[in-house]
């Protein structure tokens, strides 16, 4: 399948997803008005996330800049209990993935750099990685550096997702990609 088939198929997957029930499900803390403040919306950013997981099954999913979890939390929810994700995010005041009420065993948090490849998990094997998610600091360095560093170590086939292309410049790094 094609990136443009897989897009179309988990687009139309979206209409059937509920958020009451995900909210219910997964984000114990959080009410549908405030992930609507989140997002800006109707959640149709997450409900892409949650919907690509069902569809692609990912055995390991890495995610550069976690921030307070709502991400990581929609990736979970869409994927298979013995698939693993790996979240980065900076420090954020202690807010660093607080949605995450629930334990899953499946999920691997890391607060601190993503940069400095010493502070994921000495599990973490970025060579299996099926999906990357990258929504970090925005700004054209930063990205660019994420790629120089982790492209290299992921492998063929893996599918790369970036978030906010068209703020500070990170369209030209993409536009950079082979």
């Known amino acids: 399948m094609n990136l443009s088939e897989l897009h179309k198929e988990v687009l139309d997957m979206i209409p059937s997803i509920q958020m009451d029930h995900l909210i219910a499900t997964h984000l114990e803390d959080i009410s549908q008005g405030s992930l609507r403040d989140i997002t800006g919306g109707e959640a149709e950013y997450y409900k892409y996330l949650h919907c690509l997981m069902l569809k692609l099954k990912p055995s390991q999913v890495v995610e550069l800049g976690g921030a307070m979890g709502t991400s990581a939390l929609m990736?979970?929810?869409?994927?298979?209990?013995t698939s693993e994700l790996y979240s980065s995010t900076?420090?954020?005041g202690r807010l660093e993935f607080s949605f995450i009420k629930k334990d899953y065993p499946n999920f691997h948090p890391m607060i601190g750099d993503d940069l400095n490849l010493g502070n994921w998990p000495a599990e973490l094997d970025l060579g299996k990685t099926d999906v990357m998610f990258i929504d970090t600091l925005h700004t054209k360095s930063q990205l660019q550096a994420e790629v120089d560093l982790y492209f290299p170590l992921l492998p063929e086939g893996c599918l790369v997702l970036f978030d906010d292309l068209y703020m500070d410049g990170l369209m030209e790094v993409w536009k950079e990609l082979p």
């Open 90 to 92: 900076l420090a954020e």
């Open 75 to 81: 990736m979970l929810s869409g994927m298979e209990s």
